[in-house]
Nanobody, 125 residues
Framework: QVQLVESGGGLVQAGGSLRVSCAASGGTGTRYLMGWFRQVPGKDREFVALISTSGRTTYYADSVKGRFTISRDNAKNTVYLQMSSLKPEDTAVYYC??????????????????WGQGTQVTVSS
């Protein structure tokens, strides 16, 4: 059983940067691919980024490509999402998630076994 706890959310102005973190505990976090999703009220949770167990391979949603960077520190069992050039439309609750195995449909929530509670990111215009 893996527990995921996000932190680092907050309020930032458009064009600014913010880094959110996800700390894993209760299992061997390095065994899992780690993803970030986000959700706004009334909409489905959407995929943001994914990182492989080694950290060498990453995937991004088109909407954040070139602005967001996912990384991980396996020694600390922590995954990060560095967000730059933030836009008001990036406002959402950001969730980290863990998946046991890679799949081509990694953008689907159902591929992930464990989820954090989420952290709010608000970008003001």
């Amino acid at each position: 059983q893996v527990q995921l706890v996000e932190s680092g959310g907050g309020l930032v102005q458009a064009g600014g940067s913010l880094r959110v973190s996800c700390a894993a505990s209760g299992g061997t976090g390095t065994r899992y691919l780690m993803g970030w999703f986000r959700q706004v009220p009334g909409k489905d949770r959407e995929f943001v980024a994914l990182i492989s167990t080694s950290g060498r391979t990453t995937y991004y949603a088109d909407s954040v490509k070139g602005r967001f960077t996912i990384s991980r520190d396996n020694a600390k069992n922590t995954v990060y999402l560095q967000m730059s050039s933030l836009k008001p439309e990036d406002t959402a609750v950001y969730y980290c998630a863990a998946s046991m195995a890679y799949s081509t449909d990694y953008e689907e929530q159902s591929r992930y076994s464990y989820w954090g509670q989420g952290t709010q990111v608000t970008v003001s215009s």
